[in-house]
């Protein structure tokens, strides 16, 4: 339940509520047995509130035994306090309780338990109709309308109510879901800005003066022949994984990369997604698997690679057992909490194959 639905609910209810026990007990000279009225009255505003929970932040869920339970309450509050009182009393606030015992119709209607406030009010409206009757009353229509115009009031207000309430919360989710996508279609509008101002970094600072190296290189200079191809590698995966997996790139990703390779770890990053989706949660997640495994990876080959449905990611790791079972390690305890992992590590090899998918 909302904040604006919490309050407007409460209004109601402590209107209702602080209405009830002042009629009763003003009125128990009337009443023939004015301690039955008192416990119903205690019953109705002890029902009231456990009912009313929801207005603290408790949940909105109600048990079908508990609103049975109350609903009960409603007809018994009646039997409890209308064949007790003179006739004459019955359209006054002596008779209190067809309208104190609509904060309870009202609870249950909010609270989605349509039949349980249903049965009550027509429960309730047999015990107004036998007893005018038998009464003998003149006009029993215009008696019975009268005693039941609460129930019709604040039920098909409750009804009303609680037709808004699912109408708002539709609304407000489908503008949050609106509000969502606009704001990950402009991170993934950053992103591609991001990505090509890299591209255009890596061409100008990487590709341009690696090009001029090697056009002023001397041929007869071996030492620069030996590193200008590591270079150029280098070079060749940065701009590769710009092409093939944007989506899993972000600054601390790209720092963790360039500072394995240059330990001498190969790795790859591979976006085959047939569909590039919205799923930001799930690459975040990815991402931090990234940061996480690759700090421990110094030698071997690191491969990280979402499939064309685009889950489960898959890691693979081949490399020395230690630092394949440093990246088990790092994979398991630092793992985000919404991502959930298969891993198979083979120690004596060196190799660990792992599944990530959102839970």
Known sequence: MRAVQRACAAGAALWLVSHAP???LLSLDVHRLPSLSLVAVGAVLTASALLLRPLLGGPTRLGAGAAWAAAALVPLSGLAVMPWLPVTAWRTYANWWPGATQVLVVALVVRRRWPAALAAEVASALVVAVLVLRAGVVEPAAWIAALEQ????WFSAAVGVRVLFDRTAREVTRYEEVAARAAAQEAAVAARGASARQRRADLDLGALPLLRRVAAADPADERAWEQLPRAAVGLERRLRDDLRARALLDEPVRAQLRAARARGCTVDVVD?????????GFLAGVRGVLTTVLPSCADGTVTLRLPPGGSPATLAVEAAPATTAAVAWALQARLPAHLALDVDVDAVD???WAELRAR
């Open 22 to 24: 002042l009629p009763a």
């Open 150 to 153: 609460p129930a019709l009031l």
């Open 272 to 280: 085959d997604r047939a569909v590039r989706g919205d799923d930001e």
């Open 350 to 352: 060196g190799s660990l």
